[in-house]
């Protein structure tokens, strides 16, 4: 078993909610608002599905999509936020552009959808995430160790690592595959890893997909 | 009371590990919890359960209450009434009555927190006393549309607090201070809660002659006009046209609130010769709502205005299907389709009830999923951890916090 040059300690992240104080009624609302909020905010309405609703099928809906279709009944739009592919993205901002042009795009030719309204109580509350990064005491050397971490760890702890590394921290690649491919030397795992997407996956179907990968490349 | 180890069979180990990482970082911080009453209502019940948690994690935690007369909680049960949009009469008067006994409170409250953390509006003046400590105000109340007279008069004083918290989006406004969502959460190992023995279920349905020889629809709530029980009614007469069902309306004794009597005078009335119908008044009594939670096909909660509604998330927590209005924090514990059916009226919940009672598949999968939603966001654990992070984030201005 290869020892790896470095250790790899896992953090987990647990996560606050702040409120921003604002809201959208309406799409343009909508629009202008995810134009101007914090990216941690952006961040917030594209991943708290997959944290909190971590029980649900895959393809969680961002909260966009969510809103969109569910409140102001634009299905289509709402077909077309949720469809994002969110791991195209290196970074929040990019991230936000897309789903600002989705937007602006769809109303372009649907003028008739900037005439709707959210009922009282059912706007759209813009939320933001701040991300809590705790060391925990599991440290691996090899990579039957991580398997073996894999398994007991929090689904924060790989959402962390596989999510929030990548496009929050802008580390380009999730941590895991970072950690194999410079301290393993494994660059065919890495690789195999970094192209799953996490997005389409419960977290406990993602954290299973992860260790039987490991599992098959410790026994070849 | 339950101790922290007991919760890792529900939540998981790690889970509990997590509570641990986040109680050693706050070794050393006193936590002063500051409320008007240490029993009765959900404030005190929740702090029951936290404060001696938070202890045995080893946070410092002490609980302390303001004083106050009648006059006064006179005066903040009008305060309260208007904060949730209820009509109101406030005078000059009642502002001078809070100051009064704000003044005394402040002269006589001994401040030891590090981080005092106040609940709702009768302790808010204490602030005055803030020194280079860390305050935070907790609004337990729906405010989304406050009176605005009161609300600018508690301003003043939210002004001078680090952080608020809030319970559902919607109750959230611009303020100069930074704001948090923190929502209420149930105790799976409280007696409301916790897994019964079907001996236990048969007896409480025995007691009040119920049979199990069709699908009960329940809805427990006080009688009250918010949750309108009438409504209720009129739907199950809907759903009895086509399905042979039961309805329970299960809730407290109303002996001290006129209005609910009248309520509940009513609700008799509409009743009248339905065998099927069955008006529960129960005492305070957390087993046999259990009891009749889980004796249920069918969760209704047709509130016209909710604070939170943890009766739904005591419900999804049992794995009942459950239908609800989308009203206050009811769409933080239902997606519709996914975890309950929401309804915005008698029609839509009769639809609802429909659905569930003839797909008992659909029923059951809706009712599993919302019980692994309350399990991985509404247990007293998640809170436990909110507050935690929550009195980090007072030493932390970033949005992302490496500790």
Redesign the interface.
């Known amino acids: 078993m290869i020892k790896a040059k470095e250790p790899f300690r896992f953090h ?1 992240r ?9 809201r959208a009624a309406t799409l343009s609302q909508l629009l202008r608002l995810i134009k101007e909020v ?3 905010s952006i961040y917030h309405h594209t991943h708290r599905f997959l ?6 099928s895959p393809e969680p809906p961002n909260d966009f999509a ?1 809103w969109v279709s ?1 409140v102001l009944g634009e299905d289509e739009l709402g077909e077309r936020l949720a469809s994002i592919d969110t791991i195209q993205y290196p970074t929040i901002r990019s991230l936000r552009d897309k789903i600002a042009s989705t937007i602006e795009d769809y109303l372009k030719n649907n003028a008739l959808a900037k005439l709707k309204f959210a009922r009282e ?3 759209f ?1 813009f ?8 060391p ?1 005491n599991y440290i691996a050397s090899d990579l039957a160790e991580f398997t073996q971490v894999l398994k ?3 689904i ?1 702890s790989i959402y962390f690592h596989i999510f929030e590394a990548r496009l ?2 802008e580390k380009q690649t999730n941590d895991f595959s970072n950690w194999i491919e410079t301290s393993i030397g494994d660059k065919k795992l890495a690789d195999k890893i970094s192209s799953l997407d996490p997005y389409t996956r419960t977290l406990e179907d993602l954290r299973k997909t992860l260790i039987n990968i490991m599992e098959k490349r410790i026994s070849s | 009371m339950a101790k922290i180890e007991e919760y890792i069979p529900i939540v998981g180990q790690s889970v509990i590990d997590d509570l641990k990482l986040l109680a050693e970082k706050l070794k050393g911080k006193v936590i002063q919890h500051i409320n008007s009453t240490s029993v009765g209502g959900g404030v005190a019940e929740i702090l029951t359960r936290i404060v001696p948690l938070l202890r045995e994690l080893g946070v410092d935690t002490r609980w302390d209450l303001i004083k106050g007369g009648e006059q006064f909680f006179e005066t903040t049960k009008k305060f309260h009434n208007s904060l949730h949009a209820r009509p109101e009469v406030i005078t000059e008067r009642d502002f001078e009555i809070f100051a009064e006994t704000s003044q005394k409170n402040i002269e006589e409250m001994q401040i030891s927190g590090d981080i005092v953390f106040v609940h709702d509006p009768q302790p808010i003046a204490l602030v005055k006393k803030k020194t280079d400590n860390k305050w935070i105000w907790r609004c337990h109340i729906d405010v989304s549309n406050p009176n605005a007279q009161v609300w600018q008069f508690l301003m003043d004083f939210i002004g001078q607090y680090d952080s608020a918290v809030f319970s559902a989006p919607s109750f959230s406004r611009k303020l100069p201070i930074r704001q948090f969502l923190i929502s209420p959460s149930i105790d799976p190992l409280s007696d409301k809660n916790k897994d019964l023995p079907r001996e236990t279920i048969d007896s409480v349905l025995k007691k009040y002659n119920i049979l199990q020889d069709k699908p009960i629809i329940t809805q427990i709530s006080r009688f009250d006009r918010l949750k309108d029980p009438l409504g209720v009614i009129e739907a199950y007469l809907q759903v009895k046209k086509y399905i042979n069902c039961q309805l329970i309306l299960a809730g407290g004794t109303a002996t001290d609130d006129p209005e609910g009597l009248k309520v509940l005078e009513e609700v008799k009335e509409r009743v009248k010769q339905d065998n099927d119908i069955h008006i529960l008044l129960l005492a305070q009594n957390d087993i046999e709502v259990n009891a009749l939670q889980r004796a249920s096909d069918v969760i209704i909660q047709k509130s016209i205005k909710e604070g939170f509604g943890l009766t739904v998330a005591e419900a999804l927590w049992k794995a009942k299907p459950v239908v609800a209005s989308n009203v206050g924090g009811i769409p933080l514990q239902i997606k519709h389709k996914y975890s309950g059916l929401l309804c915005h009226s008698i029609e839509g919940a009769t639809f609802a009830l429909k659905q569930l009672l003839n797909s008992p598949e659909y029923a059951k999968k809706l009712g599993k999923n919302g019980q692994e939603h309350i399990r991985n966001n509404f247990l007293l654990t998640r809170h436990l951890r909110d507050y935690m992070l929550l009195f980090l984030s007072l030493f932390h201005t970033q949005d992302i916090v490496y500790l």
């Open positions: 987990t647990l996560h606050l909610s702040e409120l921003t104080g604002l914090p990216g941690a944290q909190q609703h971590q029980y649900l969510y569910g109580g059912e706007e509350y939320i933001k995430s701040v991300s809590f990064v705790v925990t007991k760890i929090t924060e929050r921290l």
